[in-house]
């Protein structure tokens, strides 16, 4: 007969489990502290699961298989445990540049590019031709010339480091001149203002928050005027009432007093992106041709490459800030030219590159394409008829990312309701599965949208969808 006092001392010890050939396997694989961790917390488990049971269930626990039951969840929570923190997830949000989830992703082709640089030496800084010291920006110059007409570029870890960088050094302890309408704030609290403070500049401000006209920047303009900067707001627009002034125009003000034109253009397009039913965003090639003397752009907006911060422009200019000692602490890593340079050269050929950067691709599909992918993955799950009812349904996907806020996307949606489960418990199932389903819920429904879902990940919703009767 089952007692509890019978139950506890039946309950395997740490050292029963350790000699279990599962867990000697699991030694193998995984550091022996983490298994015999894992060992305990199942074990006390255990001991408090058969703590709280009633008299009846007492006397029904099966205490025949005690010794598997917690070797395996010894095993499983091992697992979990070495499990890296940073891990791939399904992107079902339909938001492209998702900021919390990784914003863009590399093309497969710049994945074999990274294995094989980070894996191997190279010549990072090291100038073949001469045998001599090189200098780990020139692997991008001579395609940033090409595509923009630029004279030269520089990588920093980010946009913001990039601003940072160009206004100390073009303009400390002097006056830059901004727009009211364009003290952009980026979100995770960066905002343009706070970064001039930052790097030593003077900001003056002109014009209102919906127009600012030329005269505004003439008046303003003397000799302690150490550059003009455009921010171009890529996160929100100003609607109606509204005038702002062109770099083509400004560029004849710089001009007259000798100082650079600065753009801070966010999001690093290089296509025209209203060739493809989007809305126009500014290249950086019109930025350059229009007169930027110096154009910043973001690596992982809708340039869709690796997180990093681009300047290019003026030789002149970006030479002073090579030589500037934030450089070397905003420096890239090789990874990050790698992907950079990768990515870049897909631009050479702009239908290969909005078919190979994910980006473009997601952000591009054709309606029918939309289709026939949302049809493709429905036909796939209306197999688990009896536990949900599957639809598909319109919806409308975002470019994200603080890019094009105003651009909503047609989509198409699978929708899911469950019929057993609450649709929030759907939701935590799949966001917790192994493979990390990220969708959302709207009017009681769980929805996927399939333009950020790769159609080798159908299978695993499918599979996810299914363990949760399992
Ligand atoms: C996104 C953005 C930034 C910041 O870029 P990060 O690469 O995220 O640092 C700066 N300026 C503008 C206009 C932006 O849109």
């Not at 600012?212 to 150490?226: G, M, P, S």
């Amino acid at each position: 007969m089952n007692n509890k006092k019978n139950l506890f001392s039946k309950l395997p010890s740490v050292d029963e489990i350790l000699l279990a050939e599962k867990i000697k396997e699991l030694i193998k694989q995984y550091p022996r502290e983490l298994v015999v961790e894992s060992i305990r917390e199942s074990i006390s488990e255990k001991r408090s699961e058969i703590a709280n049971l009633k008299e009846d269930e007492t006397l029904k626990f099966n205490i025949e298989n005690i010794l598997d039951i917690v070797t395996d969840s010894s095993a499983k929570k091992t697992k979990l445990k070495y499990s890296l923190s940073l891990k791939k997830v399904i992107n079902g949000t339909g938001i492209v540049i998702h900021t919390n989830l990784g914003r863009s992703l590399l093309s497969n082709k710049v994945k074999d590019e990274i294995i094989n640089i980070s894996t191997r030496y190279s010549n990072l800084e090291y100038d073949i031709d001469t045998g001599k010291r090189g200098s780990r920006y020139t692997h991008l110059t001579e395609t940033i010339k090409r595509l923009t007409g630029a004279e030269d570029v520089l990588v920093v870890n980010n946009n913001a480091a990039a601003v940072l960088l160009v206004l100390n050094t073009l303009c400390d302890n002097g006056d830059v001149i901004v727009s009211r309408g364009e003290l952009v704030e980026v979100g995770g609290s960066f905002r343009i203002p706070s970064i001039m403070k930052l790097s030593g500049a003077n900001l003056v401000e002109v014009g209102s928050t919906n127009k600012t006209h030329f005269k505004d920047y003439e008046e303003v303009i003397n000799e302690n005027t150490k550059a003009i900067m455009k921010v171009h707001t890529s996160n929100y627009k100003i609607m109606g009432f509204t005038e702002s002034v062109d770099i083509s125009e400004l560029k004849n003000l710089t001009k007259k007093y000798n100082i650079p034109l600065i753009d801070d253009l966010g999001s690093g397009v290089f296509v025209d992106l209203s060739k493809y039913g989007l809305s126009y965003e500014p290249t950086v090639l019109d930025s350059i041709k229009n007169g930027a003397d110096i154009v910043t752009f973001s690596g992982d907006k809708l340039l869709g490459g690796p997180q990093a911060g681009i300047i290019v422009g003026k030789k002149e200019h970006i030479e002073k800030m090579k030589k500037n000692q934030l450089t070397r602490a905003l420096r890239v890593d090789k990874l990050t030219i790698c992907a950079l340079e990768a990515t870049f050269r897909m631009y050479l050929d702009e239908k290969k590159a909005i078919k190979n950067i994910p980006t473009l691709r997601m952000i591009t599909y054709t309606e029918e394409e939309i289709n026939k992918k949302a049809k493709t993955l429905y036909n796939k799950l209306m197999a688990l008829d009896e536990n949900f009812i599957i639809n598909i349904v319109d919806g409308e996907s975002q470019v994200g990312g603080g890019s094009m806020p105003l651009e909503t996307i047609k989509s198409k949606l699978i929708e899911i309701s469950p019929k057993n489960i609450s649709v929030s418990y759907l939701e935590k199932k799949l966001r917790l599965s192994p493979s990390h389903i990220i969708g959302r819920i709207k009017d009681d429904k769980y929805l996927l949208d399939v333009r950020t879902i790769f159609e080798d990940e159908y299978d695993i919703i499918y599979n996810e969808l299914k363990n949760i009767f399992m």
